[in-house]
């Protein structure tokens, strides 16, 4: 799982849910640049992984569980469309 495959996973997650990533921060009690791109990276380039607490509300807020959440987390291994 990486940092990457998090942050796509919540963008995929608000898409399925008819949101944008600000939209559905917001829908879920959270601050709407929460899930900015420009909040990913730190000035110093280093990555900012998004926390529980914030995939926790959207779960809480679109009535779904990690298990749901976790479907959107690519894995380029199990992709033969991806291999290398």
């Known amino acids: 799982m ?3 495959q998090i942050w796509t996973a919540i963008e995929k997650f608000a898409t399925e849910h008819g949101m944008s990533c600000s939209g559905l921060a917001r829908f879920s009690g959270l601050d709407p ?3 900015n ?3 990913r990276w ?3 380039g280093q990555p900012r ?3 529980t607490g914030s995939i926790a509300k959207i779960l809480a807020s679109t009535g779904q569980n990690i298990g749901d959440f976790v479907k959107y987390i690519h ?3 199990k ?3 991806n291999q290398r």
């Open 33 to 35: 640049t929460t899930f």
């Open 49 to 51: 992984w998004p926390s």
């Open 37 to 39: 791109r420009s909040k």
């Open 2 to 4: 990486t940092h990457d």
């Open 79 to 81: 992709n033969p469309d």
């Open 75 to 77: 894995d380029d291994k």
């Open 42 to 44: 730190s000035k110093f």
